[in-house]
C-alpha cells in the first residue's frame, strides 16, 4: 500500500512539474524517485551503488540531470519487472502467472498441463506488454514535447496494463472456460487479497535465488 501511494505521489509531482514548470516539485519528484529505487533495491548493493552511479553521472555530464531521471523512470521500471516475470520462466522455475493461478484456484497440490502451458504463455505476453509499453515511453521522451510526454508517459500509458489484462481474460475465458472464479470481478478480488503473499514469495524468490518448485512444496 505505501508502494503504491509513493508511486500515485510520484506521478502527480512528476505531472505537476511538466505542467507548470515549478522547480520544487521537480526537485521533490527526482529526490522521491531516487529514494524510491534505493528502498525498492534493498540488499542489492551492487545495483544500489550502479543507481548511485548512474545518478552521479548524470550529474557530471548532462546539463538538466533530474529530467533524463525522469524520462528514464517509465521506461526503466516496465522493463524491471518485464525482467523480473520473465526470471521466472528460466528452466526450474515457476512462472509468475502459473503461481499466481495455483493461489487463485486454491492452492491444488499441482495445476493440470492445460494451465500450466496456458500459464507459461500469459508469462511471456505479459513480458511483451511491457517491454512494449517501455519502447513507446522511451519513443515519447526522445520525441515528444515535455508535456506531452508526460500526459501519455505518466498518465494515459497505464491503460495499456489494464488493456492487456482485459484482453487476456477473454481470451483465457475462452481457452480456460471451467476456472474457480466467477467472473472477472471476483478474479480480481482474489488477486488483491493474494497480493501481500504473492509479493513475500516473489521476493523471497528473488533474493534467495532457490528453484521455483510448486509452492505447495515449500516449508
Do not use: K
Given at each position: 500500500m505505501?508502494?503504491?501511494?509513493?508511486?500515485v505521489?510520484?506521478?502527480v509531482?512528476?505531472?505537476?512539474a511538466?505542467l507548470?514548470g515549478?522547480q520544487?516539485?521537480?526537485?521533490?519528484?527526482?529526490?522521491?524517485?531516487?529514494v524510491?529505487?534505493?528502498?525498492?533495491?534493498?540488499?542489492?548493493r551492487?545495483?544500489?551503488?550502479?543507481?548511485?552511479?548512474?545518478?552521479?553521472?548524470?550529474?557530471?555530464f548532462?546539463?538538466d540531470p533530474?529530467q533524463?531521471?525522469?524520462y528514464a523512470?517509465?521506461v526503466?521500471?516496465p522493463?524491471?519487472?518485464a525482467?523480473?516475470?520473465?526470471?521466472?520462466?528460466?528452466p526450474?522455475?515457476?512462472?509468475?502467472i502459473?503461481?499466481?493461478?495455483?493461489?487463485?484456484?486454491?492452492?491444488?497440490?499441482e495445476l493440470?498441463?492445460?494451465?500450466?502451458?496456458y500459464?507459461?504463455?500469459?508469462?511471456?505476453y505479459?513480458?511483451?506488454?511491457?517491454?512494449?509499453?517501455?519502447?513507446?515511453?522511451?519513443l515519447?521522451?526522445?520525441?515528444?514535447?515535455?508535456?506531452?510526454?508526460?500526459?501519455i508517459?505518466?498518465?494515459?500509458s497505464?491503460?495499456v496494463?489494464?488493456?492487456?489484462?482485459l484482453a487476456?481474460?477473454?481470451?483465457?475465458?475462452l481457452?480456460?472456460?471451467?476456472?474457480?472464479?466467477?467472473?472477472?470481478?471476483?478474479?480480481?478480488?482474489?488477486?488483491?487479497?493474494?497480493?501481500?503473499?504473492l509479493?513475500?514469495?516473489?521476493?523471497?524468490?528473488w533474493?534467495?535465488?532457490?528453484?521455483?518448485?510448486?509452492?505447495?512444496t515449500?516449508?
Open positions: 505505501i508502494a503504491l501511494v509513493a508511486a505521489v510520484y506521478l509531482l512528476v505531472h505537476g511538466t507548470t515549478s520544487g516539485l521537480h526537485l521533490a519528484a527526482v529526490a522521491l524517485l531516487v524510491g529505487l534505493l528502498v525498492m533495491l534493498h540488499g542489492q551492487i545495483l544500489q551503488l550502479l543507481l548511485i552511479l548512474a545518478v552521479a553521472g548524470l550529474i557530471g548532462t546539463d533530474g533524463w531521471l525522469l523512470a517509465p526503466l521500471f522493463l524491471m519487472i525482467a523480473g516475470i520473465g526470471r521466472s520462466l528460466l526450474g522455475r515457476m512462472p509468475v502459473e503461481r499466481m493461478m495455483w493461489h487463485v484456484n486454491g492452492c491444488p497440490e493440470d498441463r492445460q494451465h500450466r502451458r500459464a507459461r504463455g500469459v508469462t511471456l505479459w513480458c511483451l506488454v511491457l517491454v512494449a509499453m517501455a519502447l513507446m515511453n522511451g515519447l521522451a526522445i520525441y515528444a514535447d515535455p508535456v506531452t510526454w508526460s500526459w508517459s505518466n498518465i494515459a497505464y491503460a496494463p489494464v488493456l492487456a489484462m487476456e481474460y477473454a481470451v483465457r475465458s481457452c480456460l472456460p471451467r476456472q474457480a472464479y466467477r467472473n472477472f470481478f471476483d478474479f480480481m478480488i482474489r488477486l488483491i487479497r493474494l497480493g501481500p503473499t509479493a513475500r514469495e516473489l521476493a523471497a524468490d533474493r534467495d535465488d532457490r528453484s521455483d518448485a510448486s509452492p505447495a515449500r516449508s
